[in-house]
């Protein structure tokens, strides 16, 4: 059974950085990419950034790039998301998922985590 779990999540104020770890579990061999979402309240769940587990390679959404860097550790099947020049508008729920594809909807990822919430101050 597939599980992740984000930590790293917290309030900072705009300008600042923040790093979040995604702890996998279970993955198998069908996972071949590991990717970030955020969801704002009232707001639909959005692509942030992703990284195909082989070769590294990265996508990231164009609010965010420049900004956050997302890697990976396969040996301790982590990914992070190092978050610099934090702004108001990246307050969010900040979700890890695994799946088949690198992709900006929803649907490429087959598990998800429960979230971490990020909050940034003006």
């Known amino acids: 059974q597939v599980q992740l779990v984000e930590s790293g999540g917290g309030l900072v104020q705009a300008g600042g950085s923040l790093r979040l770890s995604c702890a996998a579990s279970?993955?198998?061999?069908?996972?071949?990419?590991m990717g970030w979402f955020r969801q704002a309240p009232g707001k639909d769940r959005e692509f942030v950034s992703c990284i195909t587990l082989s070769a590294g390679t990265t996508y990231s959404a164009d609010s965010v790039k420049g900004r956050f860097t997302i890697s990976r550790d396969n040996d301790k099947n982590t990914v992070w998301l190092q978050m610099n020049s934090l702004k108001p508008e990246d307050t969010a729920v900040y979700y890890c998922?695994?799946?088949?594809?690198?992709?900006?909807?929803?649907?490429?990822?087959?598990?998800w985590g429960r979230g971490t919430q990020v909050t940034v101050s003006s």
């Open positions: 279970g993955l198998s061999f069908s996972t071949l990419v």
């Open positions: 998922a695994s799946g088949r594809l690198c992709a900006r909807f929803r649907s490429g990822y087959d598990y």
